[in-house]
Each structure stands twice: as structure tokens, then as C-alpha cells.
Antibody
Framework: EVQLVESGGGLVQPGRSLRLSCAASGFTFDDYAMHWVRQAPGKGLEWVSG????????GYADSVKGRFTISRDNAKNSLYLQMNSLRAEDTALYYCAKDGDRGSWGSSWFDPWGQGTLVTVSS | EIVLTQSPGTLSLSPGERATLSCRASQSVSSSYLAWYQQKPGQAPRLLIY???SRATGIPDRFSGSGSGTDFTLTISRLEPEDFAVYYC?????????FGGGTKVEIK
């Protein structure tokens, strides 16, 4: 069974940093691109960032470009999101999601999703 | 970026009725790279449809997707009690991937 388990969320002050992790199991991790998607409280879904299977291709939403950094460690079956200069508007549940299509980049649906880790940015 | 507009915002229906959800794109979605997700309260989104009309593994055949270009539809032929949820469309043919604002299907 494919499992994605996020961790690292919490309450952080504006301007500070946080690092999210996603532990993957049940599939060949280095065959798939991976993504972070967030959902502000009571709001819709927003793609944040994605990384190809070999880290050769990376993308960011304009809202986080220059502040967030995505990375992965295929030896540890793990995905990361380093979030710097956090703002109140970054408050959201952050989901880790697997690309639906093996070997693709930027042209696949997301399946499955983890349960999310909550990031709250507030003083 | 491609903006996806979902309508209606809320759909009030009874179990057994047919639900028709719309997703309209601001530009043509290449190769029908359009997916639909279901989200229940406190849960992560679940993939229902990809490629505009292909059902994901384990999804009942009462869910169907159609459309191309800029107009896409998710149809639930007969609503079951577990189908009342929020539904999102997503385009993944153009960077950045974008989601619609969601349609809530509620019990009438």
C-alpha cells in the first residue's frame, strides 16, 4: 500500500523558517515526481512545488518562489520542503502528493496524497 | 497560468439524484490533462478521474468525466450518501498545475 506521511508542521512566527518532511513507502520512490500542495483553512487547493524523480526538474508557484526550496533524498524515500521567510498567508495544511504517472514530469495527476501537516504562521 | 472556474459553487441534491459538475478553463487544456478529486471533511483529496475521462483505481462507475478543450464535466449518475463532499478539478497540462475553486455537493 502506498503511504505518504508528512511531518514538521507547527506554529511559527512571521519571518522564521520551517522544514517539512514526507516519508514515502509502498512504491519505488525514485520512479516518480513528487509535489507539495497546500490548503489554507476553509479554502481550496494550491500547488506549491514539485520535483522530478532525479531532482533534475523543479518548479514553484510564484507565491513561494525564492522563499521555499523543495528537495528529495531517494536513498531515504523522503521529500522535503524548506520554507523560509514565512508569512501569515503561508498558513495552511501542506500535503505531499505523488505523481500519478511513473517517470513523468509536469504532466500528471496526483495520486495518492498524504494526510497533511499543518503550518500556522502567527506572532 | 490557466484559471479553472467550477460551477456551481454548491449543489444541493438528494441521494439517488444525478449530479453534474462543471469545470471551465481560461485556455484550452492540452491533451485533456484534466483530473477530478473528491475531498471529505478532515480528509486528503482522493483522485477520481484523470485524463478527463479515465476512472482511477477503485472508483465506482457511477463517477464519469467528460469534456475537452476548455469545458469539462464530472457526472455522478446516482448519488450515494458517501458522495456528499467537495469536488475539485485540476489541470496538469500547463505549468503551473492549477485547481478549480471546488464544488460542494450537499444533501438537500
Amino acid at each position: 500500500e502506498v503511504q505518504l506521511v508528512e511531518s514538521g508542521g507547527g506554529l511559527v512566527q512571521p519571518g522564521r523558517s520551517l522544514r517539512l518532511s514526507c516519508a514515502a513507502s509502498g512504491f519505488t520512490f525514485d520512479d516518480y515526481a513528487m509535489h507539495w500542495v497546500r490548503q489554507a483553512p476553509g479554502k481550496g487547493l494550491e500547488w506549491v512545488s514539485g520535483i522530478s524523480w532525479n531532482s533534475g526538474s523543479i518548479g514553484y508557484a510564484d507565491s513561494v518562489k525564492g522563499r521555499f526550496t523543495i528537495s528529495r533524498d531517494n536513498a531515504k524515500n523522503s521529500l522535503y520542503l524548506q520554507m523560509n521567510s514565512l508569512r501569515a498567508e503561508d498558513t495552511a495544511l501542506y500535503y505531499c502528493a505523488k505523481d500519478g504517472d511513473r517517470g513523468s514530469w509536469g504532466s500528471s495527476w496526483f495520486d495518492p496524497w498524504g494526510q497533511g501537516t499543518l503550518v500556522t504562521v502567527s506572532s | 497560468e490557466i484559471v479553472l472556474t467550477q460551477s456551481p459553487g454548491t449543489l444541493s441534491l438528494s441521494p439517488g439524484e444525478r449530479a453534474t459538475l462543471s469545470c471551465r478553463a481560461s485556455q484550452s487544456v492540452s491533451s485533456s490533462y484534466l483530473a477530478w478529486y473528491q475531498q471529505k471533511p478532515g480528509q486528503a483529496p482522493r483522485l477520481l478521474i484523470y485524463g478527463a475521462s479515465s476512472r482511477a483505481t477503485g472508483i465506482p462507475d457511477r463517477f464519469s468525466g467528460s469534456g475537452s478543450g476548455t469545458d469539462f464535466t464530472l457526472t455522478i449518475s446516482r448519488l450515494e450518501p458517501e458522495d456528499f463532499a467537495v469536488y475539485y478539478c485540476q489541470q496538469y497540462g500547463s505549468s503551473p498545475q492549477t485547481f478549480g475553486g471546488g464544488t460542494k455537493v450537499e444533501i438537500k
